[in-house]
Nanobody, 123 residues
Framework: QVQLVESGGGLVQPGGSLRLSCVAS????????MGWYRQAPGKGRELVAT???????NYQASVKGRFTISRNNAKNTLYLQMNSLKPEDTAVYYC?????????????????WGQGTLVTVSS
């Protein structure tokens, strides 16, 4: 089966930086759109940034200019570089991807979520 595993979360001071990674593994034929979402304590899950297989990106307004999403298609890996972090960025960050497993018909995608990684921004 296919799965996503995130890493790179932790505790950082305001103004600091972190880089999250998400590796897709399993019997994968191709990956379409990928993205990062987050869920702060007591709030719903929200989109942070997305990236297409061709590299087109989209960001939530509050992270534009501070966060950069990127991917390495050869390694089935998604990244999120987070700079100038603020306390309001504190959340569990989830990786999301539309994956075409080798056992699926072509152009039929499975939406897969990672288990999440906690980012805490605090002094």
């Amino acid at each position: 089966q296919v799965q996503l595993v995130e890493s790179g979360g932790g505790l950082v001071q305001p103004g600091g930086s972190l880089r999250l990674s998400c590796v897709a593994s399993g019997s994968i034929f191709s990956i379409n759109d990928m993205g990062w979402y987050r869920q702060a304590p007591g709030k719903g899950r929200e989109l942070v940034a997305t990236i297409t297989s061709g590299g087109s990106t989209n960001y939530q307004a509050s992270v534009k200019g501070r966060f950069t999403i990127s991917r390495n298609n050869a390694k089935n890996t998604l990244y999120l570089q987070m700079n100038s972090l603020k306390p309001e960025d504190t959340a569990v960050y989830y990786c999301n991807a539309l994956i075409n497993p080798v056992t699926f018909p072509r152009r039929q995608y499975l939406e897969v979520w990672g288990q999440g990684t906690l980012v805490t921004v605090s002094s």
